[in-house]
């Protein structure tokens, strides 16, 4: 019987343990983590207005840092502005109101300069030509952000954990087919179950679906909605409140906010907490309402709708 | 008369060879070329200043992640053309003429190269580390922890290299080698997700895990992060993978080698 | 004289034709592109913004790449393999040698932009996406351009510099042209006075690719016009300019090279 070399047994020895690989390395996502600075909003976009993420152009490492761009970009006909788009500018009607703001940012500089501030010459006459430049004392032209569902899609997939992705996206979604839009953000609540600020989303996709229907014909589904809404509101206000310092106070500028608890996430904090003792209020038991609204308004003072609920409600 | 040369010595000769090649065939100018990129950039970022810790992490990413590629492709180009490049000048020949098994060859080749590739990646990965302050807190032992992955990395890519330029052109195995550095993480996810809810599901899952995944071995964002370094068991377990995956494609290239007519 | 040129580009074209490595190039491009166009965006067709912007990249940065590798190969292969010497005991001028490796290079790149461009407007129509025409062709043609830059740079720098050198120096100069110009505009300020000396020779004397790609403009082809003919001569001369000069110092070092 011919006998086996040491390099056929050493190939078969790691044969079969590569066959067996796949035990260990499902197992391991070295790279799947929750946090973290490269998907901060304050961090993010700190670093993308620094004067080396304008050398860079659109080179950058994470999937935040690229849709960050994207958006600039897409929101604006292609025209690279020096960043400076708000979370405001990207989920336009998200306040409680539901009433957006409008402003053309007209002033803000552009990447490309002006003829009378560009060194350049004839390059730098070609070069605003040939690139999408408008002079930046124009007023800006902004565009549906529909086209950046793409982007956000992608990005949720390279990193599922990239949270803003789920919940920016789903609210552009939301205008075009929102069941998808429901769809895609309980995907986003799947992959990161302790985000408060993706049960907020799913909370106002589902509130603003009650407006598009007929309260008399539909009052039904309104109502059923609702109670979805507020369930998914609570639930926001719960992880949020864990989710904040203990410490916490608010500070009297927005730039005073830092990437531990930004303005981002207090806004949504404060809307869950508000719409989650509306809904309870109209929908539930006024009861409940009362100790959602006391208990909330312990972490969260002062909150003038808060104290206005507890008014209305106290006997 | 002189004794035979034994298998360390005989691999030592051949790693000393790859190192000659890279000398004389001035592949150092490539990693000059990318030392002065660094070099360029960091006088670049010294003239506009860093301003924020925020931006100093962002820079710390972008140097690291840049020395993790820049290694890898070197290492793959050096790699790629070692073998073929020694059939087509037929310096082969004479080399296995000697007391010489094609299995130390080819070993001495992996090991020559991994030391390259490790070397490519200790000075571009000092010149990016060293020069941007660390305006926050990083985790040290995760640093050593990437730095560890690194060269496991180097070393499965060298192995797998070597294996693909056995039986394909440099051409193609630089480009299919450069798929799976940049893109395999991503292939695997995907193809993971392929058949998601079928039953066969748990089949392609498997399947798509006997792939070179380089980006696990990649830390450089979860450093920059900020966060904890990983257990002890994901540690071990991640160094413990890239170890089989790369026993395997050395041992399949020593074999596929051993056949192989020349 | 056109003959043999065209003899000599006839023969650059089929060698990379031939190469296993072109058609990998292409088809790991066309298959990227075939599955960008593929991926489910909600069921949304209409969304064609994205898949312009990435299809435009991957055209350029793989006919990009393919023009560098392929350009720096030519000579010293040519060196390597000792065909020259069989080649310059013809009756063929160094001049005409050189401009037709650069012609059969040229070819190459538009056989590649051609099966690129196939794959792009079949799958922009697709997905339902309007196509500019005009603009489209002006990208395509600036593009091959920029393909003659790297290609006459390519032979200066593979008769420089060992042929690894030559095409990493190739390929970096193209994928950071787009930095290297956000970098001189941003830092001039930064700078004193001999800085901005340096910066402003620079500018000038190295060519600024990203003026030639309009690939931006046509992926937000809804808001932007194709480009006048004034601008698409000035932009021919100018890439003509650094074409030409590229070519006489790849003539001046192959002339300076004993045979």
């Not at chain 1, 840092?65 to 400076?84: C, M, N, Q, S």
């Not at chain 1, 350049?120 to 004392?137: E, F, N, Y």
């Not at chain 1, 919940?167 to 992959?191: Q, R, V």
């Not at chain 2, 079928?198 to 006997?210: C, K, M, T």
Request: glycine content about 6%; aromatic content about 10%; charged content about 20%.
């Amino acid at each position: 019987m011919k006998k086996s070399s040491p390099s056929s047994l050493i190939l078969i020895a790691a044969l079969v343990l590569y066959l067996a690989s796949p035990v260990l390395t499902s197992r391991l996502e070295p790279n799947d983590y929750a946090g973290g600075r490269s998907r901060d909003s304050f961090d993010r976009s700190i670093r993308n207005s620094s004067a080396i993420a304008m050398l860079l152009g659109e080179v950058r490492m994470s999937a935040s840092d690229l849709i960050f761009i994207k958006t600039e970009r897409y929101l604006h006909e292609g025209i690279a502005y020096v960043p400076h788009l708000e979370r405001e500018d990207l989920t336009p009607d998200l306040s409680e109101n539901g009433e957006g703001e409008e402003d053309d940012h007209a002033g803000t500089p552009t990447l490309i300069p002006t003829t009378e501030t560009d060194f350049r010459g004839v390059i730098g006459v070609l070069h605003r030509r040939v690139k999408p430049w408008r002079d930046p004392s124009a007023a800006h032209n902004h565009t549906e952000g529909t086209e950046l569902l793409p982007w956000y899609r992608l990005m949720t997939i390279a990193d599922p954990q990239y949270v803003r992705g789920y919940t920016i996206g789903s609210w552009w979604l939301k205008g075009i087919d929102p069941e998808k839009a429901i769809e895609f953000i309980k995907e986003g609540i799947e992959n990161n179950p302790d985000a408060f600020q993706v049960y907020y989303m799913l909370g106002r996709i589902y509130f603003e679906q009650t407006r598009e229907l007929d309260p008399l014909a539909e009052g039904l589904q309104i109502r059923e909605l609702n109670e979805l809404a507020r369930d998914n509101f609570v639930t926001a206000a719960r992880l949020g409140l864990q989710e904040r310092p203990d410490d916490w106070t608010p500070p009297k500028t927005p730039e005073e906010f830092t990437e531990e608890w930004d303005e981002g996430r207090e806004d949504d904090l404060r809307g869950a907490a508000r719409l989650g003792v509306l809904l309870e209020q109209k929908y539930g038991d006024s009861e409940r309402a009362l100790e959602l609204a006391r208990e909330y308004l312990i972490e969260l003072a002062p909150d003038g709708v808060l104290e206005r609920r507890i008014d209305e409600l106290a006997p | 008369m002189t004794a035979a040369p034994t298998a360390p010595q005989s691999i030592m000769v051949i790693c000393r060879g790859v190192f000659i090649e890279l000398m004389r065939r001035k592949d150092i100018h490539v990693l000059l070329i990318f030392m002065g990129l660094y070099f360029v950039a960091t006088t670049v970022v010294a003239i506009v200043g860093i301003g924020n810790p925020q931006t100093a992490t962002f820079l710390l990413n972008l140097g690291l992640t840049m020395t993790w590629f820049f290694a890898h492709l070197l290492t793959l180009i050096l790699v790629s053309r070692q073998i073929p490049g020694e059939i087509d000048n037929r310096t082969l020949y004479p080399l296995l003429a000697r007391p010489l098994t094609r299995q130390t060859y080819l070993i001495g080749k992996w090991v020559g190269c991994t030391i390259a590739g490790v070397l490519v990646l200790l000075t571009l990965g000092l010149i990016a580390w060293l020069p941007v302050p660390k305006l926050e807190e990083y985790n040290t032992t995760l640093l050593l922890q990437l730095l560890v992955l690194h060269v496991f990395s180097i070393a499965m890519m060298c192995a797998f290299t070597l294996l693909l330029s056995l039986v394909s052109p440099q051409g193609i195995t630089i480009i299919v080698m450069g798929i799976l550095l940049l893109l395999g993480g991503r292939i695997i996810d995907a193809g993971s997700g392929l058949l998601e809810g079928s039953s066969f599901n748990g089949v392609v899952r498997w399947v798509f895990q006997y792939l070179p995944n380089f980006s696990d071995l990649n830390l450089v964002t979860r450093y920059t992060d900020g966060i904890a370094p990983l257990t002890g068991s994901e540690f071990v377990g991640l160094v413990g993978v890239s170890a089989i995956f790369t026993l395997f494609a050395l041992a399949l290239a020593v074999s596929v080698f051993d056949r192989k007519r020349l | 004289m056109p003959l043999k040129l065209w003899l000599i580009a006839r023969s650059v074209l089929i060698e990379a034709i031939r190469r296993r490595e072109v058609y990998a190039i292409v088809l790991v491009s066309t298959l990227l592109i075939i599955s960008i166009m593929g991926i489910d965006f909600f069921g949304l067709k209409e969304l064609t913004k994205f898949y312009r912007e990435s299809a435009l990249k991957v055209m350029s940065i793989a006919t990009g790449l393919t023009v560098v590798v392929l350009a720096a190969r030519q000579l010293p292969r040519e060196f390597e393999m000792r065909t020259i010497y069989t080649l310059m005991a013809r009756p063929i001028s160094r001049t005409t040698f050189l401009a037709g490796k650069l012609f059969g290079v040229m070819l190459a790149a538009a056989f590649c932009f051609l099966l690129f461009t196939l794959v792009y407007l079949v799958g922009t129509l697709y997905l339902g996406g309007d196509i500019p025409w005009v603009l489209f062709a002006q990208h395509v043609y600036l593009q091959l351009l920029t393909m003659l830059i790297l290609a006459s740079l390519s032979f200066w720098l593979s008769m420089m510099l060992n042929l690894d050198a030559a095409i990493t120096i190739g390929s970096l100069f193209f994928l950071l042209a787009a930095m290297f110009t956000n970098v001189s505009m941003y830092i001039y300020d930064y700078a004193d006075a001999f800085g901005r000396f340096v910066i402003k020779i620079g500018t000038f004397i190295i060519p600024q690719l990203t003026l030639l790609d309009l690939s931006e403009r046509t992926t937000h082809a809804q808001s932007w016009s194709a480009l006048d003919f004034t601008t698409m001569a000035m932009l021919t001369g100018y890439a003509l300019i650094f074409a030409a000069a590229y070519f006489a110092l790849a003539m001046l070092w192959f002339r300076k090279r004993e045979l």
